[in-house]
């Protein structure tokens, strides 16, 4: 293992062989079987890279998400090791369960992602480790329907709306993000904000200066007016409090409270959402997740996913 996190190739060649079973039946994990409550053991943490243990065990929770990677099946002898992500993910998810230690090492997994050149040190923002991870992940899913069901499970669509303060043009285009990004503001004496009104700012009208707009009609950069409206919702509703200033290169501790049950009619208004809107989270099963209480939760998340609870985990 080097400074950087990356892992040694050479020491790994040995375990890839060993534990590489292509003749392996590929089964939905049971959430049941494991050692402990949650069906499987947790994941060695491996300097530097904080923040990708968090994501591979939130999408292992996802029982939709594992019983859809399931069904990838096992890699042929013609898939090259740079394209084995979705696989070595499942193989994961499967040691985890498997496992009678109480955590293990995923340096296969690593090792894929560092074949794939994702960068996962501690300076890069959990958000940006996400989105490369997820990019990658499903680039090499081989079958569309399968890429198709993943993606229906993250992606949040957009569409944004721009009129030009000069000419009065408007456009419109449409956005598929992996996580909703939200402001977080910088209060003194530790006033607190919240995530219904962050995510509320999001969707109000916003002034776009002229470095940030091309009009097409002026054919020059304009001043100009956007809104945005939710064209559909995901399974899963990922939102990023943007706690990393990039310009100090320091991270904002504001305070920002978010509720166990999101109902997006009440911060909303009807014209920023879909027909289509879904029900939303178990705060039990927010709870579940943190673990230890003495850490103040509304000052360090950065990534809150909400799930529907009518397809959460048994
Ligand atoms: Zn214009």
Partial sequence: ????????????????????????????????????RNGAVGL???????????????????????????????????????????????????????????AVPPYRLLRCLQMLKVTLVARIDVVEVFSSF???LIRDVPNPDLEEELRSLYNISLEEHVTCQRCRHQSSAHRDLLSLPLR????????????????????L????????????????????SKVTNLRSLPRTLTFHLRRLCKKKREKINSTVTFPPELDLQEVLSPRHLPPDQQP????????????????HWGATAVLLIYVPSARSCD
């Fill in 1 to 36: 293992m080097y400074e950087d996190g990356y892992v040694d190739l050479q020491q790994l060649d040995g375990e890839d062989e060993q534990s590489d079973s292509a003749d392996s039946p590929i089964r939905c994990l049971s959430y049941s079987s494991g050692r402990y």
């Fill in 44 to 102: 060695c943490n491996i300097g530097g890279m904080c923040c990708l243990n968090p994501l591979l065990q939130t999408l292992y929770m996802y029982k939709e998400f594992t019983d859809t990677l399931c069904r990838i099946g096992v890699p042929g002898d013609d898939v090259p090791p740079e394209k084995r992500l979705p696989y070595e993910l499942l193989s994961l998810f499967e040691e985890m369960q498997d496992s009678q230690e109480d």
């Fill in 134 to 136: 997820w990019d990658h």
């Fill in 184 to 203: 977080v503001s910088r209060y003194k004496y530790h006033k607190t904000s919240s995530l219904e009104r962050a995510l509320s700012r999001y969707f």
């Fill in 205 to 224: 009208c916003q002034d776009l200066d002229e470095e940030e707009n091309f009009c097409s009609k002026c054919g020059n950069n304009t001043r100009a």
């Fill in 280 to 295: 939303e989270v178990s705060w039990d099963d927010v709870k579940c997740t943190y673990g230890n209480t003495a850490f």
